[in-house]
């Protein structure tokens, strides 16, 4: 059972608009969340995340929303620029015995068109 | 060399092979992960060492062997595998007690 999903495996947006990239969970005990971005060839690259106790955090044109009630988080990228074209991993964390464990959902292909 | 760094970046071996992939952080870090990437599914976690010591073992086949000798290397020992075996298999590293891992290259693995 998939405990973090993005139900979008694409998207296609125009360059200068805004992506938004979905993602939901299922586990109330994850407390910390992360989107990767990842190139072909290239392993994934952390991108911005968000604490359980925030409901929104920004980093230049990314912005990352959480909504625990929901269980539903999202990723904002504004203005899109044709370098975003990437995969999109969301991940969720619990704090286990000091380590933390990432679990991942499946990766939203964005194409960002000029 | 900066980061996470993997080799092979390639390797096609036979079911019979025995063959070793090589994770190197140069961050500091004090925890390393294997993951394994197949296509349409999401990165699923194989292991995970702190401070050298295996913490995580997420029900892996015994055909795959970690092995972490210090807290900049981390190697993962593949004997007998299956086609299904076939994956890009991802390291990473992190501090012991932080939340961002950081990713290799990964190394794509073709069983034939």
């Known amino acids: 059972d998939q405990q973090v999903k993005q139900n979008s495996p694409s998207l296609s947006v125009q360059e200068g608009r805004i992506s938004i990239l979905n993602c939901d969970y299922t586990?109330?005990?994850?407390?910390?969340f992360l989107w990767y971005k990842k190139y072909p060839a290239e392993g994934p690259t952390f991108l911005i995340s968000i604490s359980s106790i925030k409901d929104k955090n920004e980093d230049g044109r990314f912005t990352v929303f959480l909504n625990k009630s929901a269980k539903h988080l999202s990723l904002h990228i504004v203005p899109s620029q044709p370098g975003d074209s990437a995969v999109y991993f969301c991940?969720?964390?619990?704090?286990?015995?000091?380590?933390?464990?990432?679990?991942f959902g499946t990766g939203t292909r964005l194409t960002i068109i000029p | 060399e900066t980061g996470v760094t993997q080799t092979p970046r390639h390797l096609v071996m036979g079911m019979t092979n025995k063959k070793s992939l090589k994770c190197e952080q140069h961050l500091g870090h004090n925890a390393m992960y294997w993951y394994k990437q197949s296509a349409k599914k999401p990165l699923e976690l194989m292991f995970v060492?702190?401070?050298?010591?295996?913490?995580e073992n997420n029900s892996v086949p015994s055909r795959f062997s970690p092995e972490c000798p210090n807290s900049s290397h981390l190697f993962l020992h593949l004997h007998t595998l299956q086609p299904e075996d076939s994956a890009l298999y991802l390291c990473?590293?992190?501090?012991?007690?932080?939340?961002?891992?950081?990713f290799g290259p990964g190394t794509r693995l073709t069983v034939t």
């Open positions: 991940a969720a964390s619990e704090k286990a015995g000091g380590n933390e464990k990432l679990t």
């Open positions: 060492y702190s401070l050298e010591e295996r913490v």
């Open positions: 586990n109330s005990m994850f407390d910390y």
């Open positions: 990473a590293s992190s501090h012991r007690q932080g939340y961002e891992q950081y």
